[in-house]
């Protein structure tokens, strides 16, 4: 009896455990399968690396194609703008370099690695002096060019500096001067701060009035005898491309602009008004 009571109570307690093993077994299928699908997850972004670097450097080509590139006709163009300026730099730098000091002109002395001998900001006097450190009765320096300036200050201080390097530069030029008279807007007597031609002398001047004549126009230029030389221009064909633009002025040189047939008519016009108000004094019609 107690045998079959042993015999029982095993049974039941091995009956007992493998349906707890089976109640569990469910759990821990989920949970294996959540663990294996988090570590899915978590090596899916390892495993997509590669896709995603494939395109971001499919996306730098991408936008590297879509860079400008230099054409051809990009770099004939750059090239043109430089020839252009290299062609340009010495239109302007063959006025300055032939340029003679007169009153007026401001120009700075260079000393390289000698302040105490440099001077800046130096207005030439009307005697054409100017007076520098080391050199106390001056230098003339009217009717040079700043070059033939900065050879002379280099062979003074030559004494006192061991090879002086120096250099003369005209900050602002004055002296010279030419004049524009006659039918247009704005005459006088201007600055000529750089190389001027006939048209562009008579554009700073205001242009042409109506009652002016622009095609004889011309320019009286002093000679070394001191007679005036006409130099005869036509703007009416440099305007129309008929005739080059290439009348260019020198210091001195007056630029007339005489009147057309309209200018005249108002002088006959006027001369007659005046006539007629002279009469009604003279008690005459």
């Known amino acids: ?28 299928a989920t949970r294996q399968r959540r663990t294996a699908g988090d570590t899915t997850q978590q090596a899916a972004p390892t495993n997509a690396a590669a896709p995603d670097d494939k395109t971001a450097d499919s996306s730098r080509d991408k936008d590297k194609s879509r860079l400008p590139e230099v054409t051809a006709d990009g770099k004939t163009n750059r090239a043109d703008e430089d020839s252009e300026a290299q062609a340009i730099v010495p239109y302007y730098n063959n006025f300055f370099t032939n340029y003679r000091l007169g009153p007026d002109d401001i120009i700075s002395v260079n000393v390289f690695q000698q302040e105490k001998y440099s001077k800046q900001g130096i207005k030439i006097p009307p005697s054409g002096r100017i007076y520098l450190a080391l050199i106390p009765e001056g230098l003339f320096v009217n009717g040079k060019t700043p070059d033939q300036v ?19 530069s005209l900050d602002q030029a004055g002296s ?58 036509n703007l009416t064909a440099v305007y129309k491309g008929q005739a080059p633009d290439s009348v260019y002025l020198v210091p001195g040189d007056q630029v007339i602009v005489p009147g057309n047939k309209l200018k005249k008519l108002q002088t006959i016009l006027g001369f007659a008004q005046v006539m007629t108000f002279a009469n009604m004094f003279r008690g005459g019609w």
């Open 150 to 168: 900065a050879d002379l200050i280099r062979k003074r201080y030559d004494e006192y500096i061991i090879d002086p390097q120096v250099s003369v």
């Open 176 to 233: 010279y001067r030419y004049s524009v008279v006659g039918d247009v807007a704005v005459p006088g007597i201007k600055l000529m701060s750089r190389r001027l031609s006939v048209s562009e002398a008579v554009a700073e001047a205001g242009g042409v009035l109506q009652t002016g004549n622009r095609s004889k126009i011309f320019v009286l230029r002093k000679q070394q005898d001191g007679t005036l030389k006409p130099i005869p221009v």
């Open 1 to 28: 009896m107690k045998k079959l009571l042993i015999q029982t109570l095993v049974v039941l307690i091995a009956l007992a455990v493998t349906a707890g093993s089976f109640a569990q077994s469910p759990n821990t």
